[in-house]
């Protein structure tokens, strides 16, 4: 007789999964625009939901991609020691501080797998990035969510360093903090920053997760790479995913204590970084003018975009990033749906606990104007505040 777990059945094969995993809610991403096409029959939709970079990667990053496809018969560089190699020159670290990521979103999840167990917790701020969550939960952790600052603070909704610290347990090993923040658009500043890291127990590792941060330094925040070398317990997290404009391949990466690199790359899988990535985002890091170019590009909309929502009468929160978290109050839900029969994809923030904002992302200056036009034609004109419902003159 075979002894079958607890709750098992055979029509249920699902229950044999770990308890941990079983409660997950998977992660919703923003709709992808050939599913939009698809359910609405319409063409030349625009996506502002995912904070990619509109622009793409330059024509040399795609000709180094195209010239890889030609060797995808053979397995990757496992090690991608020619992009470490490169990025440890680029930013003056040693390759033993770098970890190379199928995305950023890889790093988080081995940074939970190596850190974390059932009898460990992991802190993170209320409005944080969806991820943390999600990582933290599938270990079996304690998640401990902390209060995000109010509405009514300079940093409206962004991260409580002083909560956070306070949050930290002696069983607490991962404390993560975005900066900027993810749906939020907030900062937080160098001092303050630095401050709470030194504060952090060296019984956790603080993982700063800076994946927009080329749009943060161009307005001025400083960029806080040569902590490493200061800061055992830090774990910075960046990505080619935003400002690189390759977020179709997935590569980002991690700048951390030797030691804590040594245990990601044992846990990492042996081909975690595909071939095109790899040639992407080497070619990428020796064009950083046009990285550079796109963000400047991206900051000017940025502004615009902003007036444009405010002029609506719409309240639009500081953003050090390539998006916008805009109050919509009772009526988003609707305004959503209606963005969407015409053609713009915006993203839900529900899932966030913030179901009367929406998210956008700054795209091409045709596909924002796409948006504010279409706003313009939703919104009662020069609407005080909030939206109650949208108006639907015009359909
Ligand atoms: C704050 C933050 N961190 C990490 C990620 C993951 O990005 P990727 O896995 O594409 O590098 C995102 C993506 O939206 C993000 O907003």
Redesign the pocket.
């Known amino acids: 007789m075979s002894a079958s777990p607890p709750g098992w059945s055979a029509a249920h094969p699902g229950a044999l999964a770990v308890p941990a995993v079983r409660a997950l809610s998977p992660y919703v991403p923003g709709k992808p625009l050939a599913e939009l096409e698809r359910e609405l029959g319409i063409r030349d939709s625009v996506k502002l939901a995912?904070?990619e970079n509109p622009h793409g990667p330059s024509p040399a990053v795609l000709a180094a991609m195209h010239a890889a496809l030609g060797e995808v018969w053979l397995y990757p560089d496992g090690s991608c020691h020619a992009l470490k190699g490169a990025l440890a020159q680029q930013l003056a670290v040693p390759a033993s501080m770098l970890t190379i990521?199928n995305?950023?979103?890889?790093l988080?999840v081995l940074l939970a797998e190596a850190f974390l167990t059932p009898d460990t917790s992991a802190v993170y701020s209320q409005y944080g990035?969806a991820?943390y969550p999600l990582v933290i939960g599938q270990t079996g952790a304690r998640a401990i969510e902390v209060a995000a600052l109010p509405g009514d603070a300079p940093m409206a909704l962004g991260h409580d360093l002083v909560a956070l610290r306070a949050a930290i347990r002696p069983d607490t090993r991962l404390v993560f903090i975005?900066n900027p923040?993810?749906p939020t658009g907030t900062w937080i500043g160098p001092d303050e920053l630095e401050a709470f890291v030194q504060s952090v127990p060296a019984t956790a590792l603080v993982v700063l997760?800076a994946?927009?941060q080329e749009y943060a330094h161009a307005l001025g925040v400083p960029d806080t790479l040569d902590w490493a070398h200061r800061h055992a317990n830090l774990v910075q997290?960046r990505?080619?995913?935003?400002a690189y404009g390759l977020?179709g391949v997935?590569?980002?990466y991690a700048i951390s204590h030797p030691e804590v690199a040594d245990v990601l790359n044992r846990l990492r899988p042996p081909f975690n970084v595909n071939a095109l990535a790899q040639a992407g985002a080497l070619a990428a890091l020796a064009d950083a003018s046009h990285m550079q170019r796109c963000v400047a590009a991206t900051m000017r909309e940025l502004t615009r975009v902003t007036q444009g929502l405010r002029q609506l009468g719409l309240a639009v929160g500081p953003s050090a990033t390539n998006f916008l978290l805009v109050q919509f109050g009772a009526g988003a839900a609707a305004i959503y749906q209606a963005l969407l029969e015409r053609g713009v994809i915006v993203r839900p923030l529900g899932n966030y606990g913030l179901p009367g904002h929406l998210r956008i992302s700054i795209g091409l200056p045709a596909h924002n104007d796409r948006l504010l036009a279409a706003l313009a034609e939703l919104l009662p004109p020069r609407a005080a505040h909030a939206v109650a419902t949208p108006d639907r003159r015009g359909r």
């Open positions: 995912s904070n990521g995305g950023s979103n890889d988080l990035f991820v975005a923040n993810n997760d994946a927009y997290v990505t080619f995913s935003k977020a997935r590569v980002g």
